[in-house]
Every structure is written in C-alpha cells, then in structure tokens.
C-alpha cells in the first residue's frame, strides 16, 4: 500500500498590476487563469534566477575536468570491449 501525502499551502495576494501585462503573460504562457499566469510566471522567474546564480558560480568558480576527452573515449573503449 502507498500512502502519498502533499501539503500545499496557498497564500492569497492583492496586487496592482497592470491589466496589459497581466493579458500579455496570459496568452504568452496559454494559462487559462490570472492564477495559473502567476504561477507560470513566478516559477520561470524562480528559475531564471537559479540558473543565472548557477553561471554566476561557475564564472568565480570554473569546471574542472579530470579527464580530456581522449582519455574518456579510451577509458568507453575499454570498458566496452
């Protein structure tokens, strides 16, 4: 047996927003609600700003590789043989 349980917690909000850009997110995000425009709108904001804090890291921070690509394809080679 499987039990899932989720707690959403909603929060009611007041907003002046202009009735432009609230239309325009509408039909750009097909929500079919103010709501469900907000919610599309606030998650890809959310997202936007992890993934420009994620390159923020990696420009103060680089990758480093352990291998060279080379020496990957060496070491595929030889586990697949």
Do not use: W
């Amino acid at each position: 047996m499987c039990l899932l349980i989720t707690n959403y917690f909603h929060m009611k909000v007041t907003a002046i927003i202009p009735d432009e850009l609230i239309n325009e997110a509408k039909v750009l995000s097909h929500a079919r609600s103010i709501t469900e425009t907000m919610i599309i709108a606030l998650n890809s904001y959310v997202a936007f700003e992890k993934l420009k804090a994620m390159g923020n890291s990696i420009n103060t921070s680089p990758l480093q590789f352990k291998y060279m690509a080379e020496e990957i394809r060496e070491l595929n080679r030889s586990v697949f043989v």
